[in-house]
């Protein structure tokens, strides 16, 4: 096994021409691959095509989605999320195309207002985020965004470090977490069963804290045997804290990222009073593609069968990127390790701090990854370790290509780190 950090300068300076020569090659290929955000890819996308033909525009109720009015969805999409989050039709608000968007109005009306628990809105004093990290950088841009104090929590492959989040609630003004908790981005973590319920049970300072359960990767699995984890509601309504989680997810890389439909559940006191702060807003989102992804997937047995035909094509392109890393980096001590999700959308490769270069490199020779340190808040990694791998974009063959580069600049990038 090479072991780059047990090596004389001699043999590194003669490894680093020879990995000079290899990169060369790569940039005189005039490559433009993107990699950089974890997209459904066309052949994905050509899967719900069919759905574009359905013209039936009233509900079971009798209900004209073309026109005004039920704020809080469809009554038969409600009935669809409800089976995907694990929540009653009633617990369920079914919005637009995007999960963000009502995460973003929750941290909102938190800021503004406070919730029907709070004793005063979160900006009346200095308000605090937790952020697992390495996690979704649109989650932390979000509080970010509304002058939130990001506090980093590190994550572990049974979901955040619990022990130090039970220490960290004990400040008031710590508002939040946010949670990924199927399938992690970009780990590719799922909370254990002891993570979850410590979650619901544990005692916070603030009142009025909140659980942002993004249940973003629910239905991506990659395997026969898929992970699982607690229903956060439940567990929370068991301890008597049923007012403390709020459970999003979307249909965005089900269907059409920028024309699915997303949904939340909360308890029936949440519901009623986001609603009732919705009604300003917007007098109702579009009914008629609800209506229309209802009838399209008809429900979660046919969101499993729809999901099914999408791992075809995703995990292939998983399993590629795992191999190389194994052929071409496994053999190299210490060099670099990564995860093996069984669900999701990323693969999370560990350089040993120099994931910056990393990226630089790769991009030099014409193949764009997420940024270095996209997965932390504030967009640093102290470490300089994470790069989060997006396969399912690009075609599988310019994905080998992208992957064995980016297998040659994780190698040069430590030569050269060692031979500074």
């Known amino acids: 096994?090479?072991?780059?950090?047990?090596?004389?300068?001699?043999?590194?300076?003669?490894?680093?021409?020879?990995?000079?020569?290899?990169?060369?090659?790569?940039?005189?290929?005039?490559?433009?691959?993107?990699?950089s955000r974890g997209k459904p890819s066309p052949e994905q996308l050509d899967l719900s095509m069919d759905m574009l033909s359905i013209r039936d525009y009233i509900g079971e109720t009798g209900i004209d989605s073309r026109n005004y009015g039920n704020l809080e969805g469809m009554p038969e999409a409600r009935t669809f999320f409800a089976q995907i989050l694990g929540a009653?039709?009633?617990?369920?608000?079914?919005?637009?195309?995007?999960?963000l968007n009502m995460?973003?109005?929750?941290?909102?009306?938190g800021w503004r207002s406070g919730f029907a628990d709070s004793p005063?809105?979160?900006?009346?004093?200095?308000?605090?985020?937790?952020?697992?990290?390495?996690?979704?950088?649109?989650?932390?841009?979000?509080?970010?965004?509304?002058?939130?104090?990001?506090?980093?929590?590190?994550?572990?492959?049974?979901?955040?470090?619990?022990?130090?989040?039970?220490k960290l609630v004990q400040d008031e003004e710590v508002k939040g977490i946010w949670c990924v908790p199927l399938y992690?981005?970009?780990?590719?973590?799922?909370?254990?069963?002891e993570t979850v319920r410590r979650l619901a049970a544990m005692k916070t300072a603030a009142p009025d804290f909140k659980i942002f359960w993004d249940n973003a990767y629910c239905v991506h699995h990659l395997t026969d045997t898929p992970d699982h984890v607690l229903n956060i509601l439940d567990e929370c309504r068991k301890v008597g804290c049923e007012d403390r989680p709020l459970m999003f997810c979307s249909l965005s890389k089900v269907t059409f990222p920028g024309a699915s439909v997303a949904a939340m559940a909360a308890s029936l006191k949440n519901?009623?009073?986001?609603?009732k702060n919705m009604f300003s807003m917007i007098i109702s989102y579009d009914k008629f593609n609800q209506l229309r992804h209802v009838k399209f997937l008809k429900d979660a047995n046919g969101v499993a069968a729809h999901m099914e035909k999408h791992r075809q094509i995703v995990e292939p392109k998983f399993k590629t990127v795992l191999s190389i890393f194994d052929k071409e980096l496994g053999d190299y001590e210490k060099l670099a390790h990564w995860t093996k999700p069984n669900g999701g959308y990323f693969i999370s490769l560990y350089t040993?701090?120099?994931?910056?270069?990393?990226?630089?490199?790769?991009?030099?020779?014409?193949?764009?990854?997420?940024?270095?340190?996209?997965?932390?808040?504030?967009?640093?990694?102290?470490?300089?370790?994470?790069?989060?791998?997006?396969?399912?974009?690009?075609?599988l063959e310019?994905?080998?290509?992208?992957?064995?580069?980016?297998?040659?600049?994780?190698?040069l990038a430590t030569v050269e780190k060692l031979l500074a």
Not at 103 to 109: A, C, H, K, P, S
């Open 120 to 166: 005063r809105p979160w900006s009346a004093g200095k308000p605090k985020f937790l952020c697992p990290a390495p996690g979704y950088d649109r989650h932390f841009r979000v509080t970010e965004y509304f002058g939130f104090d990001l506090v980093t929590v590190p994550m572990l492959p049974t979901g955040p470090d619990m022990d130090q989040v039970e």
């Open 1 to 35: 096994m090479t072991n780059y950090f047990a090596m004389n300068r001699e043999d590194l300076e003669e490894e680093y021409q020879s990995l000079k020569r290899i990169y060369k090659g790569y940039c005189d290929k005039g490559l433009k691959l993107d990699m």
């Open 398 to 411: 310019e994905l080998e290509t992208a992957t064995h580069l980016l297998c040659v600049a994780v190698k």
């Open 352 to 395: 040993q701090g120099v994931a910056k270069r990393t990226v630089q490199l790769c991009k030099e020779a014409g193949v764009v990854l997420t940024g270095a340190g996209a997965a932390y808040p504030y967009g640093i990694d102290p470490d300089d370790t994470n790069i989060r791998i997006a396969p399912t974009y690009p075609p």
């Open 103 to 109: 995460m973003y109005y929750l941290v909102e009306l």
């Open 88 to 99: 009653k039709p009633e617990e369920v608000i079914v919005g637009g195309n995007s999960s």
């Open 271 to 275: 519901v009623e009073y986001i609603l």
């Open 184 to 193: 992690s981005n970009p780990d590719g973590y799922s909370y254990s069963d």
